[in-house]
Structures are given as C-alpha cells and as structure tokens.
C-alpha cells in the first residue's frame, strides 16, 4: 500500500520560512516524479513544483527563486524549503507521486499540511 504522509506544515510571519517533507511508503521513490501541490481557500488546487524522477525541479513563477523541492531517494523523502513566505501563500499543500507525468492526473497523494502565513 503506498502512502505519503506530509509535514512541517504550520503557522509563520511574513518573510519566515518552512520546510515541508514528503515521506513515501510502498513504492520505489527513484521511479516516481514529485510533485508540491497547494490549495488555497476557493480556489483551484495547483502544481507549485515539482522534481523529476532524475532531480530536474520546475516550479511555478510565482515560487521561483523563494522555493526549492529537493529529494533523497535512499531516504524515501522529498522536501520543499520554501523562504520569503507571503500570506498569499497560505494553503493546504500536498505531496504527490506520478510514474509518468502522461497526464494532470497523479498516482497518489498525500492528506496535506497545512501553511498558514500572517502578514
């Protein structure tokens, strides 16, 4: 049975930072692309970075060069260190497998964390 379970989620000032991780269980991680999803109040879930499979991160404008998704295979473990944090960034986020990246539809999820940013 695989499972993500997430953490590090919380509450933090304008400007703080947090580290959120991702640890997988029930399936070989080195195989898997990643994804950091968030969804904020009313509005759609998005795609906020992801890692390939081979360590490439892509992310979103709006998180570039504040959030950085890392992975450690051997550790079953994938992170996203976010900085500068803005309220605007406040969200439930959650960690995400796919094999293939052959669609928006990812393989499994975790339950979420939540991030609360005050301003």
């Known amino acids: 049975q695989v499972q993500l379970v997430e953490s590090g989620g919380g509450l933090v000032q304008a400007g703080g930072s947090l580290r959120l991780s991702c640890e997988a269980s029930?399936?070989?991680?080195?195989?898997?692309?990643m994804g950091w999803h968030r969804q904020a109040p009313g509005k759609e879930r998005e795609l906020v970075a992801r890692?390939?499979?081979?360590?490439?991160?892509r992310y979103i404008d709006s998180v570039k060069g504040r959030f950085t998704i890392s992975r450690d295979n051997a550790k079953n473990t994938v992170w996203l260190q976010m900085d500068s944090l803005k309220p605007e960034d406040t969200a439930v986020y959650y960690c995400?497998?796919?094999?293939?990246?052959?669609?928006?539809?990812?393989?499994?999820w975790g339950q979420g964390t939540q991030v609360t940013v005050s301003s």
């Open positions: 029930g399936l070989t991680l080195g195989l898997y692309h």
């Open positions: 995400a497998a796919d094999r293939y990246l052959t669609t928006s539809a990812w393989d499994y």
């Open positions: 890692i390939s499979s081979g360590g490439n991160p």
